[in-house]
T-cell receptor, first 114, second 112 residues
Framework: DAGVIQSPRHEVTEMGQEVTLRCKPI?????LFWYRQTMMRGLELLIY????????DSGMPEDRFSAKMPNASFSTLKIQPSEPRDSAVYFC????????????FGPGTRLTVT | GQNIDQPTEMTATEGAIVQINCTYQ??????LFWYQQHAGEAPTFLSY????GLEEKGRFSSFLSRSKGYSYLLLKELQMKDSASYLC?????????????FGTGTLLAVQP
C-alpha cells in the first residue's frame, strides 16, 4: 500500500496568499484527520471526516481555514488568506473505524508563510 | 477539559532502559496510544492500551492504569536510532471514539 499521500511536501508563500494542501488517504479507510504541528503547541487536531462527512471541526483556528472531502480518496485543507502564524507542519492521517485502530500519518506539508 | 502531560525532554544511554510517563485527564476514554516521531518525519504507531496492565512488543512495552489516568512507555536495550519524540495520545472525547488528543511529546536523546 502507498500509505497516506500529501502534497506539496513544502510550501513557501507570502502573507495574504491562498494555500491549498492535499491529501489522499489509504484506500478503504473511513476516517481522515487533519493536524497541525508546531514546536509551541505540539500536534493539534484541526478537523476530521468520517465517510467524507466532517464530524468535528472545533480545532479549526478561524474562518480563514476550510477543509473539504469531495470523495473517499481526496481531501483538501485551504487557508485564505494565509498569515505568518500559520507556518507549521500540516499532517493528514487516516484510519479504519473502531477505537482500537491506529491512525496512519502522511509525510506532512511544511508550510512557511513570509 | 482535556489535558495530557509528558516530560518535555529525557536523556538516556545506549543499552539502558528508559521509562517515559504520561498522565491524562480527558472527558472520555477509548484507549491510549504511543507514537514515535523522528525529526522531520511523520508520527508512527508504537502501541495501544485500552485495559489496565502491560502490553509488550519487542523492546517496547506500554503500561496503563485507567483509575490513575497514567501510562508509561518502557524502552529496553536502547539504540541510537531510538532518539526521537514520543507522543502519548488518548482516544475518545465524549463519544467521538476516533478522535485522538495528543500530548506535546517527550524528546528522547540516546547517548553513546
Amino acid at each position: 500500500d502507498a500509505g497516506v499521500i500529501q502534497s506539496p511536501r513544502h510550501e513557501v508563500t507570502e502573507m495574504g496568499q491562498e494555500v491549498t494542501l492535499r491529501c489522499k488517504p489509504i484506500s478503504g479507510h473511513d476516517y481522515l484527520f487533519w493536524y497541525r504541528q508546531t514546536m509551541m503547541r505540539g500536534l493539534e487536531l484541526l478537523i476530521y471526516f468520517n465517510n467524507n462527512v466532517p464530524i468535528d471541526d472545533s480545532g479549526m483556528p478561524e474562518d480563514r481555514f476550510s477543509a473539504k472531502m469531495p470523495n473517499a480518496s481526496f481531501s483538501t485543507l485551504k487557508i485564505q488568506p494565509s498569515e505568518p502564524r500559520d507556518s507549521a507542519v500540516y499532517f493528514c492521517a487516516s484510519s479504519v473505524a473502531g477505537s482500537a485502530y491506529e491512525q496512519y500519518f502522511g509525510p506532512g506539508t511544511r508550510l512557511t508563510v513570509t | 477539559g482535556q489535558n495530557i502531560d509528558q516530560p518535555t525532554e529525557m536523556t538516556a544511554t545506549e543499552g539502558a532502559i528508559v521509562q517515559i510517563n504520561c498522565t491524562y485527564q480527558t472527558s472520555g476514554f477509548n484507549g491510549l496510544f504511543w507514537y514515535q516521531q523522528h525529526a522531520g518525519e511523520a508520527p508512527t504507531f508504537l502501541s495501544y492500551n485500552v485495559l489496565d496492565g502491560l502490553e509488550e512488543k519487542g523492546r517496547f512495552s506500554s503500561f496503563l492504569s485507567r483509575s490513575k489516568g497514567y501510562s508509561y512507555l518502557l524502552l529496553k536495550e536502547l539504540q541510537m536510532k531510538d532518539s526521537a519524540s514520543y507522543l502519548c495520545a488518548v482516544k475518545g472525547d465524549g463519544g467521538a471514539t476516533n478522535k485522538l488528543i495528543f500530548g506535546t511529546g517527550t524528546l528522547l536523546a540516546v547517548q553513546p
